[in-house]
Structures are given as structure tokens and as C-alpha cells.
């Protein structure tokens, strides 16, 4: 089946820092790939996607490439903020299911200090 | 637009007791879907919907029933609580698997004592 697989976290940067948070997938169909963020004591809320191969996702200064070659949707951001501290999780569609279900990966804490 | 919301916020609960957990969403939604999410980890599939009057199971569904007599509404039932269901629930919703986008309820935080 589906999985997605995060780089484990916590991880603590300085402001200004750059970040990289590793995603790689495994899909039998085409995937849509996804980035969510959660703050904390709220859902989900949606940062970024990208539909199919080569697509770049970008909002608030993210970034992430569709790469169907190495399987993998790595998340950017060239000078993060402490109110980019949050839960970052990677997700597919396979959009062949019919049924609309994503797969999540477990999540990567991001902890930015002033 | 309130989008997708959830109730309670919080319960506590014994072991034994039953509970069921609203979720509705006012976007005309067919698809539906139920999370738990323990700590450290990613979201497991509990239960989905894709209209009203049909449900399927998710990944873990054990534990767990669900109904969908309505579009707007999809509740979680909880019949024989168990310490193992102590976790926190999401609710999502997507227009269609074309657009996948999940937009997601802010969860109710569930305790089994």
C-alpha cells in the first residue's frame, strides 16, 4: 500500500535559519503530493501541494518539487520564522482510489528560536 | 463559512462508557473522513464516507462505528471505551478526489481513563 515517510524530528533552528524537512513516498498510482502544517491545539490546515511530476508548491515562503525520479516532495524555506514553529506532515492522494483518501506521514516538530 | 467543526473539545471518559463525536461541515462536502491521531504520529484512517448513506472502513476502524444520513453530517461512535482509544479525532472533508485538499475539523481530544 501507500506510506509516506518523514525525516524524524524534533527539530530546533535559530531564526533566519534554513530549513529542509526530507519526504519520501511510495504510491502504486500518481499521486498528489501535500505539505500540512498544524499549530498547536488546531487541525490540519493545508500549506502546499503539487499534482503531478516536476510541479513546484510554494506558500509563505515554502517550497517543495514533485519528484517522481526519487519519490520525494523535500519541504524549503530559506529563512523561517518563530511562527513557523508547528507540526509539518507530508501526504499523498492517490487520486486512482476514487475514495479521495490521503496518507500522512508522522509528523516532523519544528521549533524556531529568536 | 465555519467550514469543518467538531464537538466536543475535550472528554473524559471511563472505561465502558459510550460517546459519540459530532462532526458537520457546511462546504456540500461528500467526502468525509475520521482520524485519530496519538502522539509522535501521523493520522490513521478510521472511517470514510464518500455521500451520504455510505461509509467504509478506514485503516483502524476497530472500536469505531459510523453513520451518514446526511451530507453535512458524519458522526463518530465510540461504543465500549478503551484506554488504547484515548487519542485526538479529526474529522476532514474534500469536494472531490480531483481536488484533494483536505480540510480538516480542530479535533476533539479524547481521554479514557
Known amino acids: 500500500g501507500d506510506s509516506v515517510t518523514q525525516m524524524e524530528g524534533p527539530v530546533t533552528l535559530s531564526e533566519e535559519a534554513f530549513l529542509t524537512i526530507n519526504c519520501t513516498y511510495t504510491?502504486?498510482?500518481?499521486?498528489?503530493l501535500f505539505w500540512y502544517v498544524q499549530y498547536p491545539g488546531e487541525g490540519l490546515q493545508l500549506l502546499l501541494k503539487?499534482?503531478?511530476?516536476?510541479d513546484k508548491g510554494s506558500n509563505k515562503g515554502f517550497e517543495a518539487t514533485y519528484r517522481k525520479e526519487t519519490t520525494s516532495f523535500h519541504l524549503e524555506k530559506g529563512s523561517v520564522q518563530v511562527s513557523d514553529s508547528a507540526v509539518y506532515f507530508c501526504?499523498?492522494?492517490?487520486?486512482?482510489?476514487?475514495?479521495?483518501?490521503?496518507?500522512f506521514g508522522d509528523g516532523t516538530t519544528l521549533t524556531v528560536k529568536p | 463559512n465555519a467550514g469543518v467543526t467538531q464537538t466536543p473539545k475535550f472528554r473524559i471518559l471511563k472505561i465502558g462508557q459510550s460517546m459519540t463525536l459530532q462532526c458537520t461541515q457546511d462546504?456540500?462536502?461528500?467526502?468525509m473522513y475520521w482520524y485519530r491521531q496519538d502522539p509522535g504520529m501521523g493520522l490513521k484512517l478510521i472511517y470514510y464516507?464518500?455521500?451520504?448513506?455510505?461509509?467504509d472502513k478506514g485503516e483502524v476502524p476497530n472500536g469505531y462505528n459510523v453513520s451518514r444520513s446526511t451530507t453535512e453530517d458524519f458522526p463518530l461512535r465510540l461504543e465500549l471505551a478503551a484506554p488504547s482509544q484515548t487519542s485526538v479525532y479529526f474529522c476532514?472533508?474534500?469536494?472531490?478526489?480531483?481536488?484533494?485538499?483536505?480540510?480538516f475539523g480542530p479535533g476533539t481530544r479524547l481521554t479514557v481513563l
Open positions: 501526504a499523498l492522494s492517490d487520486r486512482s482510489t476514487n475514495a479521495g483518501k490521503s496518507t
Open positions: 504510491a502504486t498510482g500518481y499521486p498528489s
Open positions: 503539487a499534482t503531478k511530476a516536476d
Open positions: 462546504m456540500n462536502h461528500n467526502y
Open positions: 464516507s464518500v455521500g451520504a448513506g455510505i461509509t
Open positions: 476532514a472533508s474534500i469536494v472531490s478526489p480531483r481536488t484533494d485538499t483536505q480540510y
